[in-house]
């Protein structure tokens, strides 16, 4: 029954007889259901049926009536708007699941101690999301056209030999490799591909991969699958995992570029007892007795014209130096110390310093050993990353609506296919991505564009203001428009807009409340028929009741005398 209200996209009413046909045409039984009469209307989301509301009564066919359609379908238009309304916060409430998982991705670059163990943690982040229980990380030789597979976990293949010489016809891999983008294949296609030797290994039911990209250029292949579920994944997984790659690519190549960096820093350490960045020793006046050789690397001095200067005198400028010393030398240790030196070149280096306070038998203090590491690019990723994350964080918790993100000056950096579809923006315009004529053309789409374009001004004028209001469009969309400011650190540097589109809500608010009116001109229809005393004051007060939801100026009541055979107009 659900099934036929659905498939019909209107309100039906079936007694008893016609549920037993249907039970007898479908089952080839005679049996039947207790049910006297079912009512149902479809739940409908932009005209499109997404389910049903069922109700039925086993004592009396009376129950229900074609008069109850109506209510019944306007009840399921509201419970359709109410359960869209929590698809939207389940998707803020994985958005922000995907946030995390992100930010734990690019937290583990720092925490992992080198690639194996953090494709380990990749792995465990990710299964938070999506099922990881097959899983594997490729990396790409390009030059030698090659896939190897540093890290795999598989339920029933244990190898993960390199493939050589591979394309996009003899593995899954090469395939996300040569087509740069997140690929999906279920079930048929996988045995289309086996039987033309297009998978290695046992065959999965469902297979789904994304590149791993650093600017333009694959770096490696993320890919999950499932050999007992044929429906374990589906196109928002396919996105979740194309959003997450990304930052796993770059977590990587950095993790990749530290291992490197830790390669070469095993070479210093053996020249110079394992020592990391610049190791230093000084006397409590702060004169230096000991400093490697790397410190040559980070500020304009010899090794040999550092021992016996001042230690406080080179790093640190005078109107901070006492500062710097006392927390030094008051402290039994140091960690991360941050400061910054500017050099006669004009250029500005951020220093983390890390010290000791040695002490003698007699647990007095006698000289300060620590290192010194030279943290200006970290500071500068750490920026650029926290700007990333930002951008991301602030577009993922309202991907259910239209977004677009503006800079400080008003120009557009970034916007959703929802916002695009949203406004109806023709294809060409957002190809050419002349800001000018894309702001142009959603101007000229708005009913009262002089109201909500003084509202634009506003919030330019006040960079911390929100701002909640509705927006009306000429195509009749009505849209909820709610802007916030998008913040760095503690500068702003733009503006999110979300744009949702509850014109199908408004119209069941509009249908309620004229069902509303019915049911009260109905209610004072059915008390007049107590109230007065005889038919023509009973049709006058018809007449007035009803003219409050039509325009009755021309009127009539007909009554049928089947006795004379003739009409008689009230």
């Known amino acids: 029954l659900p099934a036929r209200v659905i498939s019909a996209g209107k309100p039906m009413l079936f007694y008893e007889e016609d549920i037993g046909k249907m039970i007898r045409e479908t089952y080839k039984t005679a049996s039947s259901l207790a049910c006297k009469v079912v009512a149902g209307a479809p739940l409908k989301i932009k005209g499109l049926s997404t389910g049903a509301l069922m109700a039925w009564s086993c004592r009396s066919k009376d129950a229900f009536k074609e008069s109850d359609l109506g209510f019944l379908n306007s009840v399921a238009e509201f419970l359709a708007a109410a359960i869209e309304r929590k698809q ?19 937290s583990a670059v720092h925490s992992s101690e080198n690639l194996p163990q953090l494709f380990e943690r990749i792995h465990h982040t990710l299964g938070r999301i999506i099922d990881v229980s097959n899983f594997f990380i490729a990396i790409v030789d390009m030059k030698e056209r090659t896939l190897y597979f540093p890290y795999f976990v598989d339920t029933l293949d244990d190898d993960f030999s390199p493939i050589t010489n591979f394309n ?28 033309q030797n297009g998978v290695w290994g046992p065959v999965p039911l469902i ?8 600017k333009d250029e694959v770096i490696g292949v993320v890919a999950v699958q499932s050999y007992i579920d044929a429906n374990m994944y589906n196109h928002m997984d396919l996105q979740i995992l194309s959003a997450i790659s990304g930052q796993m690519a770059l977590s990587i190549q950095r993790k990749r570029s530290e291992d490197a960096l830790r390669e070469n820093e095993k070479k210093l350490r053996q020249i110079y007892n394992n020592i990391l960045d610049v190791y230093f020793e000084i006397r409590l006046d702060g004169v230096i007795s000991e400093i490697s050789p790397s410190v040559e690397k980070y500020i304009p001095y010899k090794r040999n014209e550092l021992i016996g200067k001042s230690f406080f005198d080179i790093l640190f400028t005078p109107e901070n130096r006492d500062k710097h010393i006392d927390i030094l030398l008051n402290k039994e240790f140091v960690k991360n110390y941050e400061f910054k030196i500017a050099f006669e ?3 500005q280096h951020i220093y983390s310093i890390n010290t000791e306070l040695l002490k003698d038998d007699q647990n007095n203090p006698v000289k300060l050993i620590g290192t010194i590491r030279d943290v200006t690019d970290k500071k500068r990723i750490e920026y650029e990353r926290e700007r990333s994350i930002s951008i991301l964080k602030a577009t993922l918790e309202s991907t259910a609506d239209g977004i677009l993100v503006v800079d400080k000056y008003g120009a557009w950096t970034n916007f959703n296919q929802k916002f695009i579809d949203t406004w109806n923006i023709p294809a060409h315009l957002v190809r050419n991505g002349k800001d000018k004529e894309l702001r142009k053309y959603v ?11 003084s509202n634009v001004k506003g919030l330019t004028n006040d960079s911390n203001a929100h701002s909640f209001n509705m927006v009306e469009l000429k195509d009749g969309k009505i849209l909820e428009c709610y802007s916030q400011p998008q913040i760095i650190g503690k500068e702003i540097v733009g503006r999110v807009w979300s744009f949702h589109d509850i014109t199908d809500r ?9 069902s509303e009116e019915i049911s009260h001109v109905l209610l004072k229809i059915a008390s007049a028929v107590h109230n007065t005393e005889n038919l023509q004051q009973l049709f006058e007060s018809i ?7 039509m325009d009755l100026s021309n009127f009539f009541i007909a009554l049928y005398d089947r006795t004379k055979n003739s009409i008689d107009f009230e």
Do not use: C, Y
């Open 88 to 106: 939207i916060q389940i998707a803020h409430k994985k958005s922000e699941k995907i946030s995390q998982v992100l930010f734990e991705i690019t």
């Open 168 to 195: 996009s016809d003899d593995s899954l891999t090469g395939l996300v490799v040569t087509q740069r983008k997140p690929i999906l294949l279920k079930t048929e296609d996988l045995r289309k591909r086996k039987n």
């Open 207 to 214: 297979w789904m991969g994304a590149p791993l990209m650093i």
């Open 345 to 347: 070149d004009n250029t």
């Open 443 to 453: 101007i000229t789409k708005i009913v009262d564009a002089e109201t909500f374009l």
């Open 506 to 514: 408004k119209r069941v608010e509009t249908a309620l409340r004229v």
């Open 543 to 549: 007449h007035q009741s009803l003219s409050r939801l």
